[in-house]
C-alpha cells in the first residue's frame, strides 16, 4: 500500500512540473496598482476604493485565499493574538476575500477579529500578482509538510473549513502606512504559508510585551464559533 502512495505521490509531483500554474504578471507590490479598485465592506455592504483602508492610518491587509479555506481561517484565527497590540497602536487590521461565497460562514465562525472586505473583480488579487494554481499543482501543494502541519493545527483550533469557492486563488499581505507608503509585503507561495505575528510586530515598530509569545500556534477558544448545521 505504502508503495501505490509512494507512486502517485511521484506522479503527481511530475505532472504539477509539467502543467505550469496559470501565467502570472511578475509580483509587484506596487500600492498604484491597486489604489482605486473598489472592494466591498462585509459589514456594511458599501463599496469604497482599496486606497480608503490605509488613507488615515497603519494598516496590516490580509488577503485571504477564499473564506472556507481551513489555511486562512486559521491565519485569521492566529492573528488574535495581536489584535489587542493592534489596536492598542492605532493600527488597523483588514480581511479581504476574493469572492462572496461563504463570507456568511467566515463572519459567524469569529475568526478574524478585524474588518472585512470582498475584492468581488479580483482586481486587487491580480494587480498584486498573487499566484494561482492549477488543479494538478493545488492537490501537490496540499501534500506538503506545511500544508498538513496547518491541517492539523486547523482541527485542533476547531476552524473547520469547506471546499466551497475558488481553490486556486492564493493571497498575500501588505503592511500600509496612513497616505500608501508600502511598509511591507508578502505574497504566499503554498496554500498555508501565512506571515508570522513577529514579523508584522517587527515592520509596525511594536515591542512585544515581555513573556508574551505572540507567534504561540493557536488552540481551541470559545471565540472560534463554527456555525450550526440544520
Not at 144 to 151: F, Q, V
Request: aromatic letters at 10%.
Amino acid at each position: 500500500m505504502k508503495y501505490y502512495v509512494v507512486s502517485l505521490s511521484v506522479i503527481l509531483l511530475l505532472l504539477a512540473w509539467y502543467i505550469q500554474e496559470d501565467p502570472q504578471t511578475p509580483i509587484n507590490m506596487e500600492i498604484k496598482n491597486i489604489a482605486s479598485n473598489l472592494v466591498k465592506n462585509v459589514a456594511t455592504g458599501e463599496s469604497v476604493a482599496m486606497s480608503s483602508v490605509w488613507e488615515k492610518q497603519t494598516s496590516v491587509i490580509i488577503f485571504f485565499r477564499r473564506w472556507g479555506c481551513v489555511f486562512c481561517r486559521l491565519w485569521a484565527h492566529d492573528l488574535k493574538q495581536i489584535s489587542p497590540l493592534l489596536k492598542e497602536n492605532n493600527v488597523r487590521l483588514v480581511g479581504v476575500g476574493p469572492e462572496n461565497i461563504g463570507v456568511e460562514d467566515f463572519v459567524a465562525g469569529k475568526f478574524f477579529d478585524g474588518e472585512l472586505f470582498i475584492d468581488t473583480d479580483k482586481k486587487s488579487y491580480s494587480g498584486l500578482g498573487f499566484k494561482r494554481f492549477n488543479w494538478i499543482s493545488v492537490i501537490v501543494a496540499l501534500f506538503t509538510r506545511e500544508s498538513r502541519d496547518a491541517i492539523s493545527r486547523g482541527k485542533a483550533a476547531n476552524v473547520g473549513g469547506d471546499m466551497k469557492g475558488d481553490g486556486l486563488q492564493n493571497g498575500g499581505a501588505l503592511i500600509v502606512g496612513p497616505g500608501g507608503k508600502l511598509l511591507f509585503s508578502f505574497k504566499q507561495d503554498g496554500p498555508a504559508e501565512q506571515v508570522p505575528n513577529s514579523k508584522i510586530l517587527e515592520v509596525l515598530g511594536i515591542k512585544v510585551p515581555e513573556g508574551m509569545n505572540v507567534d504561540q500556534k493557536s488552540q481551541p477558544d470559545a471565540q472560534c464559533d463554527l456555525p450550526k448545521k440544520g
